[in-house]
C-alpha cells in the first residue's frame, strides 16, 4: 500500500513541481491571482470564509497552507496568521505575496505538521485547506494540532467529499490524490473525537472548474445539495472541532 500513496518526500516534491512547471493545475487552483481573476470563486471564498469565522479569531495556525494565495481573504478573519508548509517553494512564493499584499500580520514557514514550530497551547484556532487528506500520518498530525490548540480552541478543516462523484473521479485519476480514498470524512472525525467535540458539515466552495461557463452547473448542484439528504454529495465537507478544556 505504502509505495501507492505519497510520503512526505513525494508530497514535497510533487508540489514542487507544480510551483516550477506551472501545469494547468497551478493556474486552477494556486494562481497567486486567481482570486482577482476569477471573481466567482472569490465570492463564494470569501462567502465561506464568512461562515466559518463569524467571529474574528486571535491567533490562527493555517497548516498547509501551500502558497497561501487566499491570505487576502482569510487574513480578514484573524489577529494574526502563521502558516506552515512542508514545501519549501510554496512558502517562497506565500512569503512573496504576503510581502506585495502588505499583509503584515500574516507570517510563514517551512515546516511540518508532523513537527509543529509552535508551543503548547499557543493557538485560538487552526485551520486547513485541502491539507489532511494528503497527510501521512493522520493521527501524529491531530496530536500536533491538539498540542499547540488551546482548550476551547477550534479546529476547522475544509476537504474534499469523497461521495460527489466529480469529486471521487478527479481524486482517482491523480495518485498524490490517493489517500483522500483512505482520509475522509468517514475515517478522520473518528480520530479527533477524543479530544475535541466534532461537527461535519457540508458545503460547496470549490476552486478549480468555477467559471462563467460552469457557474450555472454550479449553482443547479449547489441547489439540490441543499436539500437533505442529497447534502451528502456536495463538493466539499468541513471538520468544525473545539478542544475540550
Ligand atoms: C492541496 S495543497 C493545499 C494548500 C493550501 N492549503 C490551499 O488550499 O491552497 C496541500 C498542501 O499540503 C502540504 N503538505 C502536505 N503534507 C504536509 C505536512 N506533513 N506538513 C506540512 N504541509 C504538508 C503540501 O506541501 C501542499 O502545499
Redesign the pocket.
Known amino acids: 500500500m505504502a509505495n501507492l500513496l505519497h510520503d512526505?518526500d513525494e508530497?514535497?516534491d510533487h508540489?514542487s513541481r507544480v510551483l516550477e512547471q506551472k501545469p494547468s493545475l497551478y493556474y486552477e487552483?494556486?494562481d497567486q491571482d486567481l482570486l482577482e481573476k476569477q471573481p466567482l470563486t472569490k465570492e463564494l471564498v470569501d462567502k465561506a470564509f464568512e461562515r466559518l469565522f463569524p467571529h474574528k479569531a486571535g491567533r490562527l495556525l493555517?497548516?498547509?497552507?501551500?502558497?497561501?494565495?487566499?491570505y487576502p481573504l482569510l487574513s480578514r478573519h484573524a489577529n494574526e496568521i502563521q502558516g506552515?508548509?512542508?514545501?519549501g517553494p510554496?512558502i517562497d512564493e506565500a512569503k512573496e505575496a504576503i510581502a506585495e499584499r502588505g499583509l503584515n500580520h500574516c507570517h510563514v514557514q517551512e515546516?511540518?505538521?508532523?513537527d509543529l514550530p509552535f508551543d503548547d497551547e499557543s493557538m485560538d484556532v487552526v485551520f486547513?485547506?485541502?491539507?489532511l487528506h494528503?497527510?501521512?500520518d493522520v493521527p501524529k498530525?491531530i496530536s500536533e494540532i491538539t498540542r499547540v490548540l488551546r482548550p476551547g480552541g477550534r479546529y476547522i478543516a475544509l476537504e474534499p467529499n469523497i461521495m460527489n462523484v466529480s469529486i471521487a473521479w478527479y481524486h482517482f485519476r491523480r495518485r498524490s490524490e490517493w489517500r483522500l480514498f483512505l482520509q475522509n470524512q468517514f475515517s478522520i472525525p473518528r480520530k479527533l473525537r477524543n479530544d475535541f467535540d466534532v461537527m461535519v458539515h457540508y458545503d460547496n466552495t470549490i476552486i478549480s472548474f468555477l467559471n462563467d461557463r460552469t457557474w450555472y452547473i454550479w449553482k443547479a448542484a449547489d441547489v439540490l445539495t441543499s436539500i437533505p439528504p442529497f447534502h451528502f454529495l456536495s463538493f466539499r465537507y468541513f471538520i468544525d472541532a473545539v478542544k475540550r478544556g
Open positions: 512526505l508530497n514535497r508540489y487552483r494556486f493555517d497548516v498547509g497552507c501551500g502558497n497561501a494565495f487566499y506552515i508548509d512542508v514545501c510554496m515546516a511540518s505538521a508532523l486547513s485547506w485541502d491539507f494528503h497527510v501521512p498530525t
